[in-house]
């Protein structure tokens, strides 16, 4: 589905015993060759620790080659992330939404992004009341990038949020679209 593509991108699942044989970054570059620009872990589904005895080699090889890191918090607890984010600082962690809001864990998430430069959150799923205002007061919108739920939800309300909140334009911008490129850099050749 993406050979050939250059506007379309994929997010590898990985699992520990992709290092099992090897060291598992044949696998993962070889991936990024072929179009997959970030990895997720679904540790309580596929039944697997996230400590570094299990996991220490993807998340190291991810660090090394500026592969993003995209967690669900029904899967990976907030400690969990807060300890990915301090033993890999050059990883980038991404909160992702999805269909369990994370409007109850917005005192973890925000002192998360106020404690690690390297986590991200995905907006599709900040919807408390003037939540964008807060997070802008509190610790900037540099580490928040737009995400929609599409095609499981219409975007107009994820992107409504944004565009009706009192942010600065630029933070706005950040949102829809900067703060991405920054996490993704093939976006920047993209849109050339």
Same mark, same amino acid.
């Given at each position: 589905?993406?050979?050939?593509?250059?506007?379309?991108?994929?997010?590898? %699942?990985?699992?520990?015993?992709?290092?099992?044989?090897?060291?598992?970054?044949?696998?993962?570059?070889?991936?990024?060759?072929?179009?997959?620009?970030?990895?997720?872990?679904?540790?309580?589904?596929?039944?697997?620790?996230?400590?570094?005895? /299990?996991?220490?080699?993807?998340?190291?090889?991810?660090?090394?080659?500026?592969?993003?890191?995209?967690?669900?918090?029904?899967?990976?607890?907030?400690?969990?992330?807060?300890?990915?984010?301090?033993?890999?600082?050059?990883?980038?962690?991404?909160?992702?939404?999805?269909?369990?809001?994370?409007?109850?864990? /917005?005192?973890?998430?925000?002192?998360?992004?106020?404690?690690?430069?390297?986590?991200?959150?995905?907006?599709?799923?900040? %919807?408390?009341?003037?939540?964008?205002?807060?997070?802008?007061?509190?610790?900037?919108?540099?580490?928040?990038?737009?995400?929609?739920?599409?095609?499981?939800?219409?975007?107009?309300?994820?992107?409504?949020?944004?565009?009706?909140?009192?942010?600065?334009?630029?933070?706005? $911008?950040?949102?829809?679209?900067?703060?991405? $490129?920054?996490?993704?850099?093939?976006?920047?050749?993209?849109?050339?």
């Amino acid at each position: 589905l993406l050979k050939g593509q250059n506007d379309f991108f994929g997010c590898m %699942v990985l699992t520990p015993d992709i290092c099992f044989k090897d060291n598992g970054s044949g696998y993962i570059l070889g991936m990024k060759d072929k179009g997959f620009i970030a990895a997720r872990m679904f540790p309580k589904t596929f039944m697997h620790s996230m400590s570094d005895y /299990a996991t220490g080699k993807l998340l190291k090889i991810l660090e090394e080659n500026h592969i993003p890191l995209m967690l669900w918090h029904t899967q990976v607890s907030f400690d969990e992330m807060d300890r990915i984010c301090s033993d890999y600082p050059d990883l980038i962690v991404i909160l992702e939404g999805h269909d369990r809001k994370y409007l109850y864990h /917005a005192r973890d998430y925000t002192a998360l992004l106020l404690k690690h430069k390297n986590f991200y959150i995905e907006t599709h799923n900040i %919807v408390l009341f003037r939540e964008y205002e807060t997070l802008a007061d509190i610790c900037g919108c540099d580490n928040l990038l737009y995400g929609s739920y599409f095609p499981y939800i219409t975007p107009h309300f994820s992107m409504h949020q944004i565009v009706a909140a009192e942010i600065t334009e630029k933070q706005k $911008k950040d949102i829809f679209y900067e703060n991405s $490129k920054r996490v993704f850099p093939i976006l920047k050749e993209v849109t050339k």
